[in-house]
């Protein structure tokens, strides 16, 4: 069952604001619902040509809809976000098998740039 804690955000908070301001970019950490671990995107260096400002990151097709820095900067995000930068073993792990609807995760991850009340802000040039 999926399980994250205001706990274990904290212990790889450091690794995602590091990765954060290598890119140049301002964003938040949260907890929602007690199962999915969230950093949204507010401004930075990285012009992700977003339509209407804000967006949601598959997780699962980066390598696939993301080209160049952002590719390179989703990555590396989602990366720390797995735990592969902290100290210690890696608690993120994903069993799940969808053709037989079994879903075993350690947590889930959300990636949101922007958000419909407030766009991401491109800062660069």
Not at 47 to 57: A, I, N, P, T
Not at 81 to 108: C, E, H, L, R, V
Request: proline fraction near 2%.
């Amino acid at each position: 069952m999926a399980y994250m804690s205001q706990q274990m955000k904290k212990e790889l908070a450091p690794a995602i604001k590091d990765v954060l301001k290598q890119f140049g970019m301002k964003g938040s950490i949260s907890v929602n619902n007690h199962s999915t671990l969230c950093v949204n995107i507010k401004s930075g260096d990285i012009d992700f040509d977003l339509r209407d400002g804000y967006g949601q990151v598959n997780t699962y097709w980066i390598d696939s809809h993301w080209s160049g820095k952002a590719k390179y900067f989703l990555n590396h995000l989602l990366a720390a976000m797995q735990g592969a930068y902290s100290s210690g073993p890696t608690k993120w792990y994903d069993n799940s098998d969808a053709m037989i609807d079994y879903f075993d995760t350690a947590y889930y991850i959300d990636i949101n740039i922007g958000k419909w009340n407030q766009p991401y802000e491109y800062t660069g040039s």
